[in-house]
């Protein structure tokens, strides 16, 4: 494998940004990183491969955890729930004694993103694929979920193309649409109903779900960075072990 040549003025940067910054956080490995790729014992393609594996790795976990059984609902980080303009109609409808009708509709709503969160690795594991050397530095001087963050810019336009059609036909099969429609035909019937309330439900969805895919997928690249345990593979323990 080709060995790093970086030149001078990228070590100089490096070096002063460490000392602006104190050398803290993630730019700590950053600047370990690439002083060990300076001393020639890691290339450009061991710390392209760690990342890309650190990407994939975090992709594929959080898709996976995601995508099983209360993977949402359970999660009261990522649980989707009704949206600010319709929480008028839930506290309404439970006042009604119709609470189980709101239940329904948001426990088939964070069953639907779980549904459509088995499509997302396959997705970030082709963006995975384009990262550069230029993208991998930058990551290393970024933050704890910098890999994240290139990521969701690589990915939200591929991701919300393929999730609207998936989360409509997981609302469909999950019941989300017809207790969505059930709880505003409800709401709209009441005598103290005098705004009509009509979101978007797919695409609600559809953003609550990729919303909770990214904020999984930092607390998984968090892990790699922080915890041994995580480095699940050679490269990963070779590059983000130094």
Not at 11 to 32: E, M, P, R
Not at 44 to 73: P, Q, Y
Not at 205 to 219: H, I, N, R, S, Y
Request: avoid cysteine; glycine fraction near 10%.
């Amino acid at each position: 494998m080709k060995k790093v040549i970086l030149p001078l003025f990228l070590l100089s940067s490096v070096a002063g940004f460490a000392q602006d910054t104190g050398g803290g956080g993630l730019f700590k490995k950053a600047s370990g990183l690439l002083n060990k790729a300076k001393g020639g014992s890691l290339s450009n393609d061991d710390i392209v491969a760690g990342l890309k594996e650190a990407l994939s790795v975090g992709a594929t976990n959080g898709a996976n955890k995601l995508s099983a059984v209360d993977g949402f609902f359970a999660n009261a980080a990522i649980k989707v729930l009704l949206p600010p303009e319709a929480q008028k109609v839930e506290k309404t409808l439970r006042a009604a004694g119709m609470g189980k009708l709101v239940d329904d509709a948001i426990l088939s709503m964070n069953r639907a993103a779980e549904d459509a969160s088995k499509s997302a690795a396959p997705i970030f594991l082709d963006a995975v694929k384009t990262m550069s050397f230029q993208d991998a530095l930058g990551i290393l001087k970024g933050s704890d979920t910098a890999a994240t963050g290139y990521l969701r810019g690589k990915t939200v336009p591929a991701l919300t193309a393929a999730f609207r059609p998936v989360i409509e036909g997981a609302l469909e099969k999950t019941g989300a649409t017809r207790h969505w429609k059930t709880v505003f035909e409800t709401y709209n019937k009441l005598p103290t109903s005098f705004n009509k309330v009509n979101p978007d439900l797919s695409g609600y969805v559809t953003e609550k779900a990729l919303g909770g895919m990214f904020f999984q997928v930092a607390q998984e690249e968090q892990k790699i960075r922080k915890d041994p345990a995580a480095r699940v593979t050679e490269t990963l323990k070779k590059v983000f072990g130094s």
